[in-house]
């Protein structure tokens, strides 16, 4: 059994250890768990009497303090709750009265910096126009998340605006909170939107984190950090109080190291909100996820093999094959599909574009016309004459996409509408019939390629991505680890129809369980710092 504060004691020395160096051995006996820990471990050590809430929330502070401030300084937490502790103590003496919420119980939590909570801290995008946005409410999503038990940790770093603000964005980047670095080489991206979320769950400084995505914001994160990602169903989670880029786009999901402990958070925050009419079929979808996991569950199941298209890397190739392996030994039919062309998935990105603009400049205006007094920008129009005027804002980057929304005309315009249902009928027609054809439950391909390098100059390579297709449909996606390249992290994409999250939870449970592939980082500068390169580079 663990000695109590054991779990704390063996973070805490983890945390000012030197990235990547060997931590010190704790006694055989105390075992202690490490800060890369799952929920599910954290729960029975809690169980135990092992640890306690508070020991976690205290543990993962430290952390943050030497690894995300100082140390690499990831700057993938940008504010902290500071309610978190006393919070963990209520939730502890809950536990010693018998009283348990559920599996996330104690848990700590990091929301990305797009969703409100009542803590205390302001909700920015990662804008320093919203630094004043202290709304003193909490979003629905985060209301469900408290009433199961867990504890908001605090705030992550994001990409500024979700990434709506430049074509020329970097991914992770903020006025507010600067760049997110990527725990497993510094150098490289955590890609973008929810970068923040992906990399602290990565580096071990928080147990689970919510992210958002309209297109790629949870999925590319989590692949290039190496964690699971779900971005579910459109309208299975509430986006009341969360900073809008589309309603018909626009979703949290859990960014977690398990698929159990994505599933534990879905099963929390799913559900109908009537604020959000987009939810109104929510509560009849929900499922009890985590009870859902099985690990035999792709025996028999027919599988749709997606290949990439666009911006092939052999080494992720390679490991796909040996994911698709590891699929077929756990006794999936593998079926090869043809996916739409290059022509067909740019039309429909197009459309999605120009789509977009419409709903931003739509949503965000009504969501700035309803924050605080004290945020002084009311409206787009107000926000790209404060970027105008603010350096820090524009040094990297400037606001293209803000200005081109700024003359779109209004989300009730004819031409808006059919091509918003062009896209998504297009993008519904897509997935369905590669279903549908080859009769296969779920679509896999490589999440994409690894991390590439941050260059503010000449921006960074992509990689492709699967994330367009189930974004405009609407329908769920789920990333899971599936192996490396070179130490860089590469995921495998589940893709199913609408409301298919507990299946596609199962099946990448049962893939996980099968492969264990995620690794932990080792916060390298580069990945020319690995032993094998060093020797290749500089050999006298």
């Given at each position: 059994?663990?000695r109590?504060?054991?779990f704390?004691?063996a973070?805490?020395?983890?945390?000012v250890?030197?990235p990547g160096?060997?931590?010190a051995?704790?006694?055989?006996?105390?075992?202690p768990?490490?800060?890369?820990?799952s929920?599910a471990?954290?729960?029975?050590?809690?169980?135990?009497?092992a640890?306690?809430s508070?020991?976690?929330?205290?543990?993962?502070?430290a952390r943050?303090?030497a690894?995300?401030?100082?140390?690499p300084k990831?700057?993938?937490?940008?504010?902290l709750?500071?309610?978190a502790l006393a919070?963990?103590?209520?939730l502890?003496?809950?536990?010693?009265?018998?009283?348990?919420r559920?599996?996330l119980?104690g848990l700590?939590?990091l929301?990305?910096d797009?969703?409100?909570s009542?803590?205390?801290t302001a909700t920015?995008?990662?804008?320093?126009a919203?630094?004043?946005n202290?709304?003193?409410r909490?979003?629905p999503?985060?209301?469900?998340?408290t009433?199961?038990?867990a504890?908001?940790?605090g705030?992550?770093?994001?990409?500024?605006?979700?990434?709506f603000?430049?074509?020329?964005?970097?991914?992770?980047?903020?006025?507010?909170?600067?760049l997110?670095?990527?725990?497993y080489s510094?150098?490289?991206?955590a890609?973008?939107?929810?970068?923040?979320?992906?990399?602290?769950?990565?580096a071990g400084?928080?147990?689970?984190a919510?992210?958002?995505?309209?297109d790629g914001?949870?999925?590319?994160p989590?692949?290039?950090?190496?964690?699971?990602g779900?971005?579910?169903?459109?309208?299975?989670?509430?986006?009341t109080?969360?900073?809008?880029?589309?309603p018909?786009?626009d979703?949290?999901?859990?960014?977690?190291r398990?698929?159990?402990?994505a599933?534990?958070m879905?099963?929390?925050?799913?559900?109908s909100?009537p604020?959000?009419?987009?939810t109104?079929q929510?509560?009849?979808?929900?499922?009890?996820y985590?009870?859902?996991?099985?690990?035999?569950?792709?025996?028999?199941?027919r599988?749709?093999?997606?290949?990439?298209?666009?911006?092939?890397?052999p080494?992720?190739?390679?490991?796909?094959?040996?994911?698709?392996?590891?699929?077929?030994?756990?006794?999936a039919?593998?079926?090869?599909?043809?996916?739409?062309?290059?022509a067909?998935?740019?039309?429909?990105?197009?459309?999605?574009?120009?789509?977009l603009?419409?709903?931003f400049?739509?949503?965000l205006?009504?969501?700035?016309?309803?924050t605080?007094?004290k945020?002084?920008?009311?409206s787009l129009d107000?926000?790209?004459?404060?970027?105008?005027h603010e350096?820090?804002?524009?040094?990297?980057f400037g606001?293209?996409i803000?200005?081109q929304?700024?003359?779109?005309?209004?989300?009730?315009d004819?031409?808006y509408?059919a091509?918003r249902?062009k896209?998504?009928?297009?993008?519904?027609?897509?997935?369905?019939?590669m279903?549908?054809?080859?009769?296969v439950?779920?679509?896999?391909g490589?999440?994409?390629?690894?991390?590439?390098?941050?260059?503010?100059i000449?921006?960074?390579?992509?990689?492709?991505?699967?994330?367009?297709?189930?974004?405009v449909?609407g329908?769920?996606h789920l990333?899971?680890?599936m192996g490396?390249?070179?130490?860089l992290?590469?995921?495998?994409?589940f893709?199913?129809?609408?409301?298919?999250?507990?299946r596609?939870?199962?099946?990448g449970?049962?893939f996980?369980?099968?492969?264990?592939?995620r690794?932990?980082?080792r916060?390298?500068?580069?990945?020319?710092a690995?032993p094998?390169?060093?020797?290749?580079f500089?050999?006298r």
């Amino acid at each position: 059994m663990l000695r109590p504060l054991a779990f704390a004691a063996a973070l805490a020395a983890l945390a000012v250890a030197a990235p990547g160096a060997p931590s010190a051995q704790a006694p055989a006996q105390t075992r202690p768990l490490s800060p890369f820990a799952s929920g599910a471990e954290q729960q029975a050590a809690m169980a135990a009497g092992a640890t306690t809430s508070e020991d976690l929330v205290r543990a993962y502070l430290a952390r943050i303090a030497a690894i995300d401030r100082a140390g690499p300084k990831l700057n993938s937490v940008l504010a902290l709750n500071p309610h978190a502790l006393a919070d963990a103590r209520k939730l502890d003496a809950e536990r010693r009265a018998g009283h348990l919420r559920g599996p996330l119980h104690g848990l700590p939590v990091l929301l990305k910096d797009n969703i409100e909570s009542d803590d205390g801290t302001a909700t920015t995008a990662g804008s320093l126009a919203m630094v004043d946005n202290v709304t003193g409410r909490d979003a629905p999503l985060v209301r469900r998340l408290t009433d199961a038990g867990a504890v908001i940790l605090g705030k992550a770093n994001l990409s500024e605006w979700a990434n709506f603000r430049s074509t020329r964005s970097i991914s992770g980047w903020t006025g507010v909170a600067g760049l997110v670095r990527n725990p497993y080489s510094l150098d490289r991206t955590a890609c973008g939107s929810s970068a923040g979320s992906g990399a602290a769950i990565a580096a071990g400084l928080a147990t689970l984190a919510i992210g958002t995505e309209t297109d790629g914001s949870i999925t590319c994160p989590a692949a290039a950090n190496g964690v699971v990602g779900l971005k579910p169903t459109v309208g299975l989670v509430s986006r009341t109080y969360v900073v809008p880029i589309s309603p018909e786009q626009d979703t949290p999901g859990p960014m977690t190291r398990t698929v159990a402990d994505a599933a534990a958070m879905l099963t929390a925050i799913a559900g109908s909100d009537p604020l959000d009419p987009a939810t109104a079929q929510a509560n009849a979808h929900k499922a009890d996820y985590l009870a859902g996991l099985r690990t035999d569950a792709l025996r028999g199941v027919r599988v749709g093999v997606l290949r990439m298209t666009l911006g092939r890397s052999p080494q992720t190739d390679a490991v796909f094959e040996t994911a698709l392996a590891a699929l077929r030994k756990a006794g999936a039919v593998l079926v090869e599909v043809k996916g739409p062309d290059e022509a067909a998935l740019g039309q429909i990105g197009g459309a999605e574009g120009e789509a977009l603009r419409v709903e931003f400049k739509a949503s965000l205006n009504a969501y700035l016309a309803a924050t605080p007094a004290k945020v002084k920008t009311r409206s787009l129009d107000d926000l790209i004459a404060f970027n105008a005027h603010e350096p820090r804002e524009t040094l990297l980057f400037g606001q293209e996409i803000f200005e081109q929304s700024a003359k779109v005309p209004p989300i009730t315009d004819p031409t808006y509408l059919a091509g918003r249902a062009k896209a998504r009928k297009l993008a519904r027609d897509a997935l369905d019939r590669m279903l549908a054809d080859d009769n296969v439950e779920v679509l896999v391909g490589p999440s994409t390629g690894p991390a590439a390098i941050v260059d503010p100059i000449d921006g960074s390579r992509s990689l492709g991505s699967y994330s367009t297709l189930p974004a405009v449909s609407g329908y769920p996606h789920l990333t899971v680890p599936m192996g490396n390249v070179q130490g860089l992290p590469v995921n495998i994409s589940f893709i199913g129809p609408a409301w298919s999250e507990a299946r596609l939870l199962a099946l990448g449970f049962a893939f996980e369980q099968a492969t264990h592939a995620r690794i932990d980082p080792r916060f390298l500068p580069n990945i020319w710092a690995r032993p094998e390169y060093a020797r290749v580079f500089d050999p006298r």
